[in-house]
């Protein structure tokens, strides 16, 4: 089974920025569609920030684009997300998520969580 392990996060002021890194590792073919998830507050349903597919087009919510960098390196198994200009309601809890490509079939894995917090 395939595990994300994330990176990054943390506390940043308005206006700064803030890298995540999520790194796939176990027992897989390659990773399909990657992409980064958040969740703004508790019992909220997670909402997609940004995605990667396997040939490197990225697409983005309306309200991150040209904020928000997705990037993935297919040699290290690892998604980033690069994020500038933050404002207080980028303020979530991130999850990186992964199409996983087994030979037993495809299976979505999901990173632990990472908080990210910007002050006004």
């Known amino acids: 089974q395939a595990r994300l392990e994330q990176s990054g996060g943390g506390l940043v002021q308005s206006g700064g920025s803030l890298r995540l890194s999520c790194v796939a590792s176990?027992?897989?073919?390659?990773?399909?569609?990657m992409a980064w998830y958040r969740r703004t507050a508790p019992g909220k349903e997670r909402e997609l920030v940004a995605?990667?597919?396997?040939?490197?087009?990225?697409n983005y919510a309306d309200s991150v684009k040209d904020r928000f960098t997705i990037s993935r390196d297919d040699a290290k198994n690892t998604v980033d997300l690069q994020m500038n200009n933050l404002k207080p309601e980028d303020t979530a809890v991130y999850y990186c998520e992964a199409i996983v490509v087994r030979r037993g079939g495809n299976e979505n894995s999901w990173g632990q969580g990472t908080q990210v917090t910007v002050s006004s």
């Open positions: 995605f990667i597919d396997s040939r490197g087009i990225a």
């Open positions: 176990g027992e897989f073919i390659r990773l399909g569609t």
